[in-house]
T-cell receptor, first 110, second 114 residues
Framework: QKEVEQDPGPLSVPEGAIVSLNCTYSNSAFQYFMWYRQYSRKGPELLMYTYSSGNKEDGRFTAQVDKSSKYISLFIRDSQPSDSATYLCAMSNRDDKIIFGKGTRLHILP | EAGVTQSPTHLIKTRGQQATLRCSPISGHTSVYWYQQALGLGLQFLLWYDEGEERNRGNFPPRFSGRQFPNYSSELNVNALELEDSALYLC?????????????FGPGTRLTVT
């Protein structure tokens, strides 16, 4: 079983829809959970991070962590064409390397 | 504030040669991380340097090596290049000591091995 699993997509949704992106993981030691956005031909940029379980909201983005299910989600409200990118989940246990998912390609259709 | 910069943007080498990739972190950041992003494999951790020392390395052979200079810039060297080394190599930096979850990435160097 891979440490972090993420559906590669592509995921296509109409503009204005709510987008749900998800990852599952196997290592219960993970404490930090991150979401990165990567545009084509660019490096990833940190969108949000969450420590342990719970929700975190930042504008149109909401990150959720369910440690009991080993499942994390990123929701994007009122999706825009500019949200079209690859979204990478990532997690770590603070003193060790960050493990990234393979990324989900998202297309927002105008 | 300038972000993380990497050079060159593209690098084409033949099998068996050596490649050198360079990274300048954000001003004030002391930790530099190197990642390989190969098609279908996602982002794989390569190396972490902090205050000039190698702090951790991923599951890569010893022909992947690097160093960090006194100004915190870093160099990644890949010896005896193999075709499967073709990938985007990303550098990231962070402010904190310790393996930070808040890393800022550069645009990457695209290495092609023929």
């Amino acid at each position: 079983q891979k440490e972090v699993e993420q559906d590669p997509g592509p995921l296509s949704v109409p503009e204005g829809a709510i987008v749900s992106l998800n990852c599952t993981y196997s290592n219960s030691a993970f404490q930090y959970f991150m979401w990165y956005r990567q545009y084509s031909r660019k490096g990833p940029e940190l969108l949000m991070y969450t420590y342990s379980s719970g929700n975190k909201e930042d504008g149109r983005f909401t990150a959720q962590v369910d440690k009991s299910s080993k499942y994390i989600s990123l929701f994007i409200r009122d999706s825009q064409p500019s949200d079209s990118a690859t979204y990478l989940c990532a997690m770590s246990n603070r003193d060790d390397k960050i493990i990234f998912g393979k990324g989900t390609r998202l297309h927002i259709l105008p | 504030e300038a972000g993380v910069t990497q050079s060159p943007t593209h690098l084409i080498k033949t099998r068996g040669q050596q490649a050198t990739l360079r990274c300048s972190p954000i001003s004030g950041h002391t930790s530099v991380y190197w990642y390989q992003q190969a098609l279908g494999l996602g982002l794989q951790f390569l190396l972490w340097y902090d205050e000039g020392e190698e702090r951790n390395r991923g599951n890569f052979p010893p022909r992947f090596s690097g160093r960090q200079f006194p100004n915190y810039s870093s160099e990644l060297n890949v010896n005896a290049l193999e075709l499967e080394d073709s990938a985007l190599y990303l550098c990231a930096s962070s402010l904190e000591g310790g393996m930070s979850y808040e890393q800022y990435f550069g645009p990457g160097t695209r290495l092609t091995v023929t």
